[in-house]
């Protein structure tokens, strides 16, 4: 179990999806930082200022996409990695993606195996 302070906030509708990614980075020794939709993760990254910022791209009313712009936009997230997880992965969707502002990509399903690495990749860009 890995020692660390650093706050990792998942912006994710699906709650078993949510509870899944809480759980792979507790036991990694993160913090977690959970929101359900784009407007509670605004205000929980405003509020926390987290280390890396992983968002769904398919939430109801506001989008992974428009929430990133609008997290970039914000001087105070400029450094802060912000990675899409999504099921999202016909041609294209990486490019509009990254186009928003997205720092990185992770494919749905999760690799459950695979995601600590992929965490640790992302924190130290």
């Known amino acids: 179990m890995g020692t660390t302070t650093q706050k990792i906030l998942y912006v994710e509708d699906n709650l078993d999806n949510r509870i899944l990614i809480q759980r792979i ?42 929430m990133t712009k609008e997290l970039k936009a914000d001087p105070r997230f400029a450094n802060v990695p912000v990675i899409a997880i999504t099921a999202n992965v016909m041609r294209g969707d990486r490019e509009r993606t990254l186009n928003a502002g997205c720092d990185g990509y992770i494919q749905k399903p999760v690799d459950v195996d695979l995601l600590p690495r992929q965490i640790v990749h992302f924190l130290q860009q």
């Not at 280390?51 to 009313?61: A, F, H, R």
């Open 25 to 66: 980075l507790e036991a990694e020794g993160y913090t977690f930082l959970g929101a359900s939709n784009a407007a509670e993760g605004l205000q929980i990254a405003r509020a926390n200022t987290p280390d890396l910022i992983l968002v769904d791209i398919n939430m109801p009313e506001v989008d992974g996409l428009t």
